[in-house]
């Protein structure tokens, strides 16, 4: 079951037809950037992801800054968090499969794990819905490998519309 839950900022300006290059703009600036760093720095980061994807005319470099912004904001008051690791990579051998995959952040706190997973564009959230059954697979494997690897930590999955500012908890269900 997904619940959506927060907003992030709205200020997100997008074109109605959203090309591949922005998720992946996204994605990569979302996954590299902290708070910490230098507002001048973070602002370089981001004009150059966006020239890089060639999504420059797309998205504003200032307001994938924003998202950014309220992102790790959201994510640190939801969560409480004391460390956050992007481009998180888990493997296991499971029976004769070798299981590998990357979650785009892990939030690590308070015995708590959080794999973060950014979702495609869902044109404005009408499609969230479709987004997050693309992803139940992935968030499956990625459920299994942090349980046997962290068998004491609680583990939440999370799925973050980076471009919408959204964000959808998935809820075990007891009842399939």
């Keep these: 079951m997904a619940t959506r839950s927060g907003s992030l900022d709205p200020g997100l300006v997008l074109h109605l037809l959203a090309r591949p290059g922005m998720d992946a703009a996204a994605r990569a600036?979302?996954?590299s950037d902290t708070?910490?760093?230098p507002e001048e720095d973070?602002?370089?980061a981001s004009r150059r992801q966006l020239a890089f994807h060639d999504v420059e005319d797309q998205i504003k470099p200032e307001a994938l800054l924003r998202q950014s912004t309220a992102l790790q904001q959201m994510l640190r008051q939801k969560f409480h968090s004391d460390a956050v690791y992007p481009a998180f990579p888990l493997q296991q051998r499971i029976g004769k499969r070798q299981v590998e995959l990357q979650?785009?952040?892990l939030l690590d706190g308070?015995?708590?794990?959080?794999a973060v997973l950014f979702a495609p564009f869902a044109e404005g959230m009408q499609k969230w819905r479709e987004r997050c059954a693309a992803l139940l697979s992935f968030a499956g494997w990625t459920e299994r490998l942090l349980q046997e690897a962290y068998p004491d930590s609680r583990i939440q999955i999370v799925i973050v519309f980076p471009l919408e500012g959204q964000l959808v908890v998935l809820?075990?269900?007891e009842s399939l």
Excluded at 110 to 114: C, R
Aim: hydrophobic letters at 40%.
């Design 110 to 114: 308070q015995g708590e794990l959080v």
């Design 29 to 31: 600036f979302m996954r």
């Design 171 to 173: 809820e075990r269900s």
């Design 103 to 105: 979650v785009d952040m």
């Design 35 to 37: 708070m910490e760093r």
């Design 42 to 44: 973070r602002m370089t």
